[in-house]
């Protein structure tokens, strides 16, 4: 099917409607027959060129065969891309008899490729209209994006991300913190304008890498606070949710970055995910710039990971993919053990606590949160008033053999679970059931 067919139909139906009125012919918009526009946009909407829409009637004709594509939406299926021939009305906006008609096709022209081809035939001196008829289908048809408390999610669920984390209580090495934010400041205030100037994309790219625990989303969450404070936009990925971690997911944080007009931060967490087949060369690009969202007023993105070994040399070697790479470490030093403790025992905190920091060296910030939590409520348990130091070092006892007993027992498991047998299901699985 060629669009010449489309456009000889086109001009049938036009002459058998309204005789020789002047048209031109052109390459329109395939969103226009996209079922989510078509019932998103209510009949008296507004249009430039002093115009409403009408409405829309569907042509029967041999040179289309209407067909729709489908897709989830929330929770609800809909139908969206459709192939398919219609005339779309407009009105004078005072004088809703002034009337006027679009002829409008769109088809798939070639088999193997799966793309819509629109052409219509819009009356002289309504190209104006009918532009920002188009201009509206467009936006109806654009993924809509959950925006909270000025956060766009993308994928994941509200649970996923909370911006409301201070951060003083963020518990690392103060240089480290000093330097991210920065980093950070110093991009938006000057490197914009300087990115500008050399004629780049104002895209800045950080990573934070680090073992599971050491408060790298947390450490996002209050860097999206204070984003947030200085009125810039905080555009969030999530790799955890149903969909997982797909192109199409960064694609759409990009459209919510390129159209946000406004400095924006886009965090993405575990990056390393979509390092992972196909989507590999894609987020390449991305970081080279080539497909990178272009927002005059600058996108700062800080990623995630737990695997820094997952980004290869390709990422790591190659200046100018990753900007800067920050180690999010675990607990080093005696005083910031002291510290993320005292934190976690709030209130019940006692000098004597302090003891057991030799314990809590080498361990992510959860380890701590959870020692202090399981002390405390073992104190609650047994009605006592204060967290003594024994309890203390019970719960992180209990907790190192806890984490020892695992190692050990998927060490020893292991080799069971993918052993001779093989439609033995998986050892994870296995773990479960014997606890
Ligand atoms: N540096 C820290 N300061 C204060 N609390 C921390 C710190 N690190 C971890 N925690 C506590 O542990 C919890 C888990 O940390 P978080 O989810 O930020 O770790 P993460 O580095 O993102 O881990 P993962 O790599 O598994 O995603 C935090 O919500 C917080 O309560
Ligand atoms: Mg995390």
Same mark, same amino acid.
């Given at each position: 099917m060629r669009y010449e067919r489309l456009v000889q139909w086109a001009k049938q139906e036009w002459t058998a409607r309204y005789d020789d009125a002047p048209f031109i012919t052109i390459w329109a918009s395939s969103e226009c027959s996209n079922k989510i526009a078509q019932k998103q946009i209510k009949s008296g909407r507004k249009l430039r060129g002093k115009a409403r829409y009408v409405g829309l009637e569907e042509l029967d004709t041999d040179v289309v065969v209407p067909i729709s594509d489908y897709g989830s939406r929330g929770r609800k299926m809909v139908l969206t891309a459709t192939a398919g021939a219609f005339v779309f009305t407009f009105a004078d906006e005072k /004088?809703? %008899?002034d009337t006027f008609d679009v002829i409008y096709a769109s088809s798939y022209i070639d088999d193997d490729v799966q793309e819509l081809t629109a052409v219509a035939l819009v009356p002289e001196g309504r190209l104006e209209t009918w532009a920002s008829f188009e201009a509206i289908c467009a936006r109806a048809v654009r993924p809509r994006i959950r925006r909270r408390r000025d956060v766009y999610i993308i994928g994941g669920t509200d649970a996923f991300f909370d911006p409301t984390v201070d951060w003083d209580d =963020?518990?690392? /090495?103060? %240089? +480290?913190?000093?330097?991210i934010m920065d980093d950070i400041e110093a991009?938006? %205030?000057? #490197? =914009?304008? *300087?990115?500008?100037?050399?004629? +780049?994309t104002p895209f800045r790219k950080l990573?934070?890498? #680090? !073992?599971p625990g050491t408060g790298k989303t947390m450490l996002c969450a209050a860097l999206a606070r204070h984003a947030l404070n200085e009125r810039r936009i905080v555009v969030y990925v999530s790799g955890s949710d149903r969909d997982g971690a797909t192109f199409e997911k960064m694609q759409r944080a990009f459209q919510a970055v390129a159209s946000a007009h406004l400095p924006t931060l886009l965090i993405v967490e575990e990056i390393d995910a979509y390092l992972r087949g196909d989507d590999k060369a894609r987020i390449l690009n991305v970081l080279d710039g080539i497909e990178s969202p272009n927002n005059s007023k600058g996108t700062l993105m800080i990623s995630t990971? %737990?695997?820094?070994?997952?980004? /290869? /040399? &390709? *990422?790591?070697?190659?200046? #100018? &993919?990753?900007? &800067? *790479?920050? !180690?999010v470490p675990t607990i080093e030093k005696e005083n910031l053990a002291e510290e993320m403790l005292r934190h976690y025992m709030a209130d019940q905190w006692m000098d004597n606590h302090a003891k057991i920091t030799p314990k809590l060296i080498k361990q992510p910030g959860a380890f701590v949160r959870e020692v202090a939590l399981h002390?405390?409520?073992?104190?609650a348990h047994e009605h006592q008033t204060e967290v003594t130091l024994a309890m203390l070092q019970k719960s992180v006892d209990s907790l190192l053999r806890q984490m020892r007993l695992d190692g050990d027992f998927l060490l020893q498991r292991r080799p069971l679970g993918l052993g001779a047998n093989g439609s033995r299901r998986r050892s994870g699985f296995d773990f479960e059931d014997d606890f």
């Amino acid at each position: 099917m060629r669009y010449e067919r489309l456009v000889q139909w086109a001009k049938q139906e036009w002459t058998a409607r309204y005789d020789d009125a002047p048209f031109i012919t052109i390459w329109a918009s395939s969103e226009c027959s996209n079922k989510i526009a078509q019932k998103q946009i209510k009949s008296g909407r507004k249009l430039r060129g002093k115009a409403r829409y009408v409405g829309l009637e569907e042509l029967d004709t041999d040179v289309v065969v209407p067909i729709s594509d489908y897709g989830s939406r929330g929770r609800k299926m809909v139908l969206t891309a459709t192939a398919g021939a219609f005339v779309f009305t407009f009105a004078d906006e005072k /004088d809703e %008899n002034d009337t006027f008609d679009v002829i409008y096709a769109s088809s798939y022209i070639d088999d193997d490729v799966q793309e819509l081809t629109a052409v219509a035939l819009v009356p002289e001196g309504r190209l104006e209209t009918w532009a920002s008829f188009e201009a509206i289908c467009a936006r109806a048809v654009r993924p809509r994006i959950r925006r909270r408390r000025d956060v766009y999610i993308i994928g994941g669920t509200d649970a996923f991300f909370d911006p409301t984390v201070d951060w003083d209580d =963020v518990i690392l /090495d103060p %240089n +480290l913190k000093s330097t991210i934010m920065d980093d950070i400041e110093a991009f938006f %205030n000057e #490197g =914009v304008d *300087i990115y500008r100037k050399l004629k +780049l994309t104002p895209f800045r790219k950080l990573l934070m890498a #680090g !073992v599971p625990g050491t408060g790298k989303t947390m450490l996002c969450a209050a860097l999206a606070r204070h984003a947030l404070n200085e009125r810039r936009i905080v555009v969030y990925v999530s790799g955890s949710d149903r969909d997982g971690a797909t192109f199409e997911k960064m694609q759409r944080a990009f459209q919510a970055v390129a159209s946000a007009h406004l400095p924006t931060l886009l965090i993405v967490e575990e990056i390393d995910a979509y390092l992972r087949g196909d989507d590999k060369a894609r987020i390449l690009n991305v970081l080279d710039g080539i497909e990178s969202p272009n927002n005059s007023k600058g996108t700062l993105m800080i990623s995630t990971t %737990n695997y820094p070994e997952a980004i /290869d /040399d &390709r *990422i790591f070697k190659r200046p #100018g &993919r990753l900007d &800067r *790479i920050f !180690v999010v470490p675990t607990i080093e030093k005696e005083n910031l053990a002291e510290e993320m403790l005292r934190h976690y025992m709030a209130d019940q905190w006692m000098d004597n606590h302090a003891k057991i920091t030799p314990k809590l060296i080498k361990q992510p910030g959860a380890f701590v949160r959870e020692v202090a939590l399981h002390a405390r409520m073992i104190a609650a348990h047994e009605h006592q008033t204060e967290v003594t130091l024994a309890m203390l070092q019970k719960s992180v006892d209990s907790l190192l053999r806890q984490m020892r007993l695992d190692g050990d027992f998927l060490l020893q498991r292991r080799p069971l679970g993918l052993g001779a047998n093989g439609s033995r299901r998986r050892s994870g699985f296995d773990f479960e059931d014997d606890f």
